[in-house]
């Protein structure tokens, strides 16, 4: 026999067998996970607040200096709406050291990039 056509008619036989039937999610046959939400990437935890002292908006990102106490700290965070006087809640985010903004040509010495922010009245 030529080799070709056993290779052949191997093949054919291993991919025209019938699909074998997965097992139930459980031993009900109902799946274990029905009813529970769909997983999505981790909810940044709000850690720390402060008091907005001035903002920049650029396109896409919004440059917020924020009053923690005695101290003062540079946020950049998802374009939104804030204005002197908010109270500001955001996530530890990122920090960066002598970090350059090229759409504000300037040079910031530290900042932080958080991953999410919320707005409140600071009054």
């Not at 990437?41 to 924020?66: C, D, F, H, K, R």
């Not at 970090?99 to 910031?108: A, E, I, V």
């Amino acid at each position: 026999m030529n080799l070709y056509f056993l290779l052949f008619a191997f093949s054919a036989s291993v991919f025209a067998a019938e699909p074998v039937p997965a097992k139930p999610a459980s031993a009900n046959g109902a799946n274990p996970h029905a009813g529970m939400p769909a997983m999505s990437a981790p909810v940044m935890a709000l850690t720390q607040q402060g008091t907005v002292l001035s903002t920049i908006n650029v396109p896409m990102y919004t440059y917020v200096e924020v009053a923690q106490g005695k101290k003062t700290v540079w946020l950049a965070a998802t374009s939104m709406a804030v204005k002197k006087g908010d109270t500001i809640h955001f996530d530890d985010g990122m920090a960066m050291n002598n970090f350059y903004s090229k759409s504000l040509k300037r040079n910031f010495p530290s900042i932080i990039f958080v991953n999410r922010a919320t707005v409140g009245s600071g009054k």
